[in-house]
């Protein structure tokens, strides 16, 4: 009994106790609670609507869309996609350049094309342009003769269209369409397939083209953007700004403008 009453008396003292002390640990709390939240409150509430003139803003300087400023522009020229999902818009039209050997590209990437043979030749080495501008009838003359070696080899004309438009673009969906590609292969090497990537030219260009606005357009470990198998020989003009960006991010065309 003695000892009960003790521990009574010894718990309500530290009750007492307790209650003294938690007094201004509670003010303290709520004092900070109040603190915190006349931050994390919206303060619009106290401001008086006329502070926002929004009504009187002009229309030009009513917010657009927001792009990043430094994304690239898709709907320049040097910057056109064509791809097996993206072909290209029937009023593209350019004015042709006659290369040496009778190939044509766009004459806006003439310039560039010229200081990086030249640069190339320097080095001395030897690259030979083989393909360049090509009209629509001429992807399609390529495709259909692809299409028909593939059905010659046991292809069912369907397979073989599938399997020949990973290799020959589609007609209306090639690059070389454009005038801003050209295939650039070694005077030693005249191949286009992989063994490309070994020649001293392919070597060089890979290293350089961009340094003069073109890209290896179909990299290895790209196809599935690209939709086009790897192609070391395969180079498109893009100007010298976007190149470099596309050097150093390594990217291919489809990933750098959608960035
Ligand atoms: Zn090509």
Redesign the pocket.
């Known amino acids: 009994m003695y000892q009960r009453c003790i521990a009574v008396h010894s718990g309500g003292r530290h009750v007492r106790r307790r209650r003294r002390s938690r007094l201004p640990l509670f003010t303290f709390l709520l004092a900070v609670f109040s603190f915190a939240m006349a931050f994390a409150l919206p303060q619009e509430d106290g401001i008086p609507a006329q502070t926002f003139p929004v009504k009187s803003l002009p229309e030009a300087q009513e917010p657009g869309p927001v792009l990043p400023s430094d994304a690239p522009d898709a709907s320049a020229w040097n910057l056109l996609l064509v791809n097996p999902w993206n072909p290209l818009p029937r009023e593209h039209s350019f004015t042709a350049k006659k290369l040496s050997n009778g190939l044509e590209v766009d004459e806006r990437c003439y310039p560039d094309l010229q200081e990086m043979m030249d640069a190339c030749r320097a080095a001395g080495l030897s690259p030979v342009i083989c393909?360049a501008y090509r009209s629509y009838e001429k992807q399609e003359e390529l495709f259909q003769r692809k299409t028909e070696k593939l059905m010659a080899r046991g292809y069912s004309e369907e397979d073989a269209r599938e399997e020949a438009a990973a290799e020959v673009a589609l007609p209306g969906t090639?690059?070389?369409q454009l005038g801003l590609?050209?295939?650039i292969v070694d005077l030693d090497n005249q191949n286009l397939d992989e063994t490309q990537e070994d020649t001293a030219v392919q070597k060089w260009l890979m290293e350089h083209s961009w340094e003069y606005g073109f890209i290896l357009?179909y990299p290895s470990g790209k196809s599935g953007f690209t939709g086009i198998i790897y192609?070391p020989?395969?180079y498109r003009y893009v100007g010298r700004d976007a190149a470099a960006e596309i050097h150093e991010q390594g990217v291919c065309l489809e990933e750098y403008l959608t960035v």
Request: no cysteine.
């Open positions: 393909s090639s690059e070389h590609a050209v295939d357009r192609e020989w395969h």
